[in-house]
């Protein structure tokens, strides 16, 4: 089980608090959407649940347990980037084996776990390239297949889709929405786009200045938003 909770969470950069006492509870297997303007603290969140920056105080758990001082690598977790972060020199195959390559998987657990990826993101036909070869959309889905592999049972995806077009943005949201169907995993999705949030999200959390303004779901923050500012961003127009 790997519901996620902060409390109080708070984040300072030298004197400058970004993130102030932010509390979020995310059930096991939800699909759960940041939204906010830039520089609201997103992605410091997701660094901070990752384990990539640490919280200067508040809680946070992952399954129950305080993984507060946990390192990255103990936290079953797997992060998304929107700059895909796959390696020119190596091919997709070896690119998505990347993360079991390091931990010592032998050949046979690679291939499987591989292949199984492949077959979650179709992209059976692509292994032997290398990214010069790909498109942004398979680019994008060589970067999940990464994450797959490791089978992790939180995935995080900062603003994953925003350096492609709008066809390409529109059938890779689909393929995470169908990602997240399968694999049962928890899952917290960044974006800007707000038909994004509205089509994937179980919850959606609407930050603003390093705090929440509101949880809901995407039609309890469409027709009650709390506030101007989430009617802007997601609301009615009305
Ligand atoms: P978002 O992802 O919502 O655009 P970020 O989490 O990247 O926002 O940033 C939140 C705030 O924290 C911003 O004001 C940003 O400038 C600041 N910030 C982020 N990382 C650092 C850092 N390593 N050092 C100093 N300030 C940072
Ligand atoms: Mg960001």
């Not at 036909?125 to 990214?131: A, K, S, V, W």
Request: hydrophobic residues 45%; contains cysteine.
């Amino acid at each position: 089980m790997a519901e996620i909770s902060l409390r109080q969470v708070r984040k300072s950069f030298g004197s400058s608090e970004v993130i102030k006492g932010v509390d979020i509870d995310i059930a096991d297997g939800e699909f759960c959407v940041f939204v906010g303007p830039s520089g609201c603290g997103k992605s410091t969140l997701l660094r901070m649940i990752a384990g990539l920056e640490d919280i200067s105080s508040g809680e946070l758990r992952i399954g129950g347990r305080v993984v507060n001082d946990l390192p990255p690598k103990e936290r079953r977790i797997a992060m998304v980037f929107q700059s895909y972060a796959i390696f020119p020199h190596m091919t997709v195959r070896e690119n998505v084996a990347f993360g079991l390559t390091i931990a010592g998987a032998s050949k046979a657990e690679k291939e499987t776990k591989v292949a199984e990826a492949a077959r979650i993101l179709q992209m059976e036909h692509l292994l032997d390239r290398t990214p010069a070869q790909l498109s942004g959309g398979q680019r994008q889905r060589v970067a999940i297949g990464r994450a797959i592999v490791r089978k992790p049972e939180v995935f995080l995806f900062d603003e994953p889709l925003s350096n492609l077009d709008a066809a390409l943005r529109m059938d890779m949201r689909l393929e995470i929405g169908k990602l997240h169907q399968q694999l049962k995993a928890t899952m917290i999705y960044v974006t800007h786009d707000q038909v994004e949030a509205m089509t994937l999200a179980d919850k959606i959390v609407v930050l603003k200045g390093g705090e929440v303004m509101q949880v809901g779901s995407p039609m309890e923050l469409y027709h009650n938003p709390a506030n101007l500012f989430v009617a802007g961003f997601l609301g009615s127009p009305s």
